[in-house]
């Protein structure tokens, strides 16, 4: 309660500073937007390991199972649904606490 309470505060004080006209907005933008952005990038490059048509970890799984290789990114519907698949990976435990 404390934690969402003091992040609600100081995000709402942020943002009706930042609507004011003020210099340099975009880079404060910015700099206040990198800590939201860095765990999707971080979920995105691991996946992308994992999912290496050549040496990827997906692929060994699927091998273990006799299963031949997928080309994860390498076709747009393939693509999509591997998007997809990581996405739901990725949001699926913050539906869980909401």
Same mark, same amino acid.
């Given at each position: 309660?404390?934690?969402?309470?003091?992040?609600?505060? &100081?995000? *709402?004080?942020?943002?009706? +500073? +930042? @609507?004011?006209?003020?210099?340099?907005?975009?880079?404060?933008?910015?700099?206040?937007?990198?800590?939201?952005?860095?765990?999707?990038?971080?979920?995105? $490059?691991?996946?992308?390991?994992? $999912?290496?048509?050549?040496?990827?970890?997906? @692929?060994?799984?699927?091998? &273990?199972?006799? +299963?031949?290789?997928? @080309?994860?990114?390498?076709?747009?519907?393939?693509? *999509?649904?591997?998007?997809?698949?990581?996405?739901?990976?990725?949001?699926?435990?913050?539906?869980?606490?909401?």
């Amino acid at each position: 309660v404390v934690v969402v309470t003091l992040e609600f505060l &100081l995000g *709402f004080g942020i943002a009706m +500073l +930042l @609507n004011r006209k003020i210099k340099a907005k975009g880079v404060f933008y910015t700099i206040l937007t990198i800590p939201m952005v860095m765990a999707p990038v971080a979920v995105g $490059l691991i996946w992308r390991v994992f $999912l290496h048509p050549e040496l990827g970890v997906m @692929n060994y799984m699927l091998s &273990l199972l006799m +299963l031949p290789p997928v @080309n994860w990114l390498g076709s747009e519907k393939v693509a *999509f649904w591997t998007v997809v698949m990581v996405d739901i990976w990725q949001q699926v435990s913050f539906m869980i606490l909401i």
